[in-house]
């Protein structure tokens, strides 16, 4: 069974940064990918970055390209999400979400998500 743990997230202020992250186990394959995702009450949960674990290779929404990077400790099964440059509307609740096959940040395409960690951007 695929277990994702997350940890990170707080309170910042605006321009500063945070790293979330993500702790997958149960997969038997490296042929997985594990995304971000984000949301605030009322909106649907929106992609941010992913990666496919097989080859590394990384895809980010156009929004958070140059302030979030992905990063991995694969000898900790871990995915970090780097955030920088932070500002009040990247206020969300955040989850990490993994599933077999290639990175997508289609939140449709995950079965397996974290426990979500609050981030809020506020001076």
């Known amino acids: 069974q695929v277990q994702l743990v997350q940890s990170g997230g707080g309170l910042v202020q605006p321009g500063g940064s945070l790293i979330l992250s993500c702790a997958a186990s149960?997969?038997?394959?490296?042929?997985?990918?594990i995304a971000w995702f984000r949301q605030v009450p009322g909106k649907a949960r929106e992609g941010l970055s992913c990666?496919?674990?097989?080859?590394?290779?990384?895809q980010h929404e156009d929004f958070v390209e140059g302030r979030f990077t992905l990063s991995r400790d694969d000898a900790k099964n871990t995915v970090y999400l780097q955030m920088d440059s932070l500002k009040p509307e990247d206020t969300a609740v955040y989850f990490c979400a993994a599933d077999l096959g290639r990175c997508s940040l289609l939140a449709a395409t995950y079965r397996s998500w974290g426990q979500g960690t609050q981030v809020t951007v506020s001076s």
């Open positions: 990666i496919s674990i097989s080859d590394g290779k990384t």
């Open positions: 149960g997969f038997t394959t490296d042929f997985y990918a």
